[in-house]
């Protein structure tokens, strides 16, 4: 019997990126295959975003799926309190996307968290990386740096902020930085 030159999931993820290149292909974005990336001509490389769960997904849940969550282990930042914005930081190691998604839902599920006016999702797997905002503009930007440099792989956070009506500008982001060190520490 002769074996397949590439496994199937490789066969898989190559087929899904022909379909990405073709998408972009008819919006007049040229890209190449490089390896089993998919990279533009600016040198940068596609990455699949993290889709955060909606908030009728979290209501949705079934039992079993609560039941799933509930068994994650999350590590937690004690709180920051600054001029009365207060921050909290989650994290955990993860293999999958599917992963981090569990993570981000495990944190917005619970009642302290779901109401924080920001629950910034940032995470690294592999040379995949990613952060979702939820509205707190650029925060996210800077932490998947700040892993990279540290060497920090396979590791899903979440970065809670509770707005008190007191605008701390740049500060905020310096502060969310420190919070992420602190929690990835605690891993």
């Avoid at 898989?12 to 533009?40: A, C, D, M, P, W």
């Avoid at 509930?70 to 293999?95: A, D, M, P, W, Y």
């Amino acid at each position: 019997m002769i074996s397949p030159q590439s496994p199937p999931e490789m066969a898989e993820e190559h087929q899904k990126l022909r379909l990405i290149s073709s998408k972009y292909r008819e919006n007049g974005i040229r890209t190449r295959f490089s390896g089993n990336k998919l990279v533009f001509d600016d040198g940068t490389v596609h990455r699949d975003k993290v889709i955060t769960p909606r908030a009728e997904d979290l209501l949705l849940t079934d039992e079993r799926e609560t039941e799933r969550l509930q068994k994650i282990s999350l590590k937690s930042t004690k709180s920051t309190v600054v001029e009365g914005n207060k921050f909290k930081g989650n994290c955990r190691k993860v293999q999958s996307i599917n992963d981090v998604r569990d993570t981000y839902k495990k944190v917005v599920k619970d009642k302290e968290y779901a109401r924080a006016n920001h629950n910034v999702l940032v995470y690294r797997l592999g040379d995949q990386e990613g952060y979702c905002d939820d509205g707190e503009f650029s925060s996210g930007k800077r932490i998947p740096k700040q892993l990279r440099d540290r060497k920090i792989d396979n590791i899903a956070l979440v970065i809670s902020r509770w707005y008190s009506g007191q605008q701390l500008g740049p500060r905020r982001f310096e502060i969310m930085t420190g919070i992420a060190d602190q929690v990835v520490e605690n891993l």
